[in-house]
């Protein structure tokens, strides 16, 4: 496409297509469905007071689909943590008071979290009985209506003057310590930017993991204690096929399982 990228990720490139507006255009063989559902769920969002972008329509570039929505410039909280790696308790703690923001917002018309977790575990690569464990964990949850971003980590926030999160695919309606578990799963398993020098990665998600828990907590007075909330976020992300986290969310999984 010929226009400026202001932005890469794992499924979908961003360019500019003027000072106010950005597409957002997913890599070949995604599905439109799928730019239409992050399309509604930013737009259901955004009417609900969370802090979204703006997304105006889907448009297809040479067979590549997208959605256009109003540009946000500013860096990710994971740019100032490659840059800054000794500010990893701000980032942990603005992430979660961002998060916390979001919850704060009614989940209406995103789709149902509960039913979003239990396809996701089920068709995972779990043992049947297993798996059979984690849905009967599933079932003894609370359900809950608040709006749950679904991906909430450093390098979905940009810093602009009011804190913008972005990728909204995965967006349910469902209870808040869902999220917070899914949050925390990608800090535990996922690596930290390749910019940050000189600090081990497992130190840094240490610290980063910490202050976002901490920060949650004392925002929100909600207790992170349960940890049957991990276990279903592990096993869902299992059906995600993530290169290099299967075997450790299996173990996780089991050692959930038996430490209950």
Sequence with gaps: MNRPL?????????FALDDE???KLFVDGVVPDKAEREMENTRVAHGAGAPAPAVHETRTVDGRV???LDRLDGPTLLDSLAERSWRV?????????????????????????????????AGGPLPGDTRDEVLSVLDDLPRGHAACHGDCHPGNVL?????VVVDWLDATCGH??????????????AGVPSGVRGVPQRSVRRALLASYRRRYA????????????????????????VPGERSRLLSLVRELLDGR
Aim: charged share 30%; net charge positive.
């Design 66 to 68: 997208g959605i256009v």
């Design 176 to 189: 808040p310590l869902a999220d917070v578990a899914r949050t925390t799963l990608l800090l535990r398993v």
């Design 218 to 241: 004392e925002v929100t007075g909600r207790s992170l204690d349960d940890e049957r909330w991990l276990l279903v976020a592990a096993a869902a992300r299992l059906a995600e096929d």
């Design 21 to 23: 507006r950005v597409l």
């Design 6 to 14: 202001v932005g890469t990720g794992r499924t979908a490139d961003v």
């Design 89 to 121: 308790a701000r980032v942990g703690r603005r992430l979660a008071e961002v998060q916390a923001g979001v919850h704060d917002c009614d989940g209406a018309g995103l789709p149902g979290q509960r039913e979003r977790l239990r396809r996701d575990v």
């Design 159 to 163: 810093q602009t003057p009011r804190p």
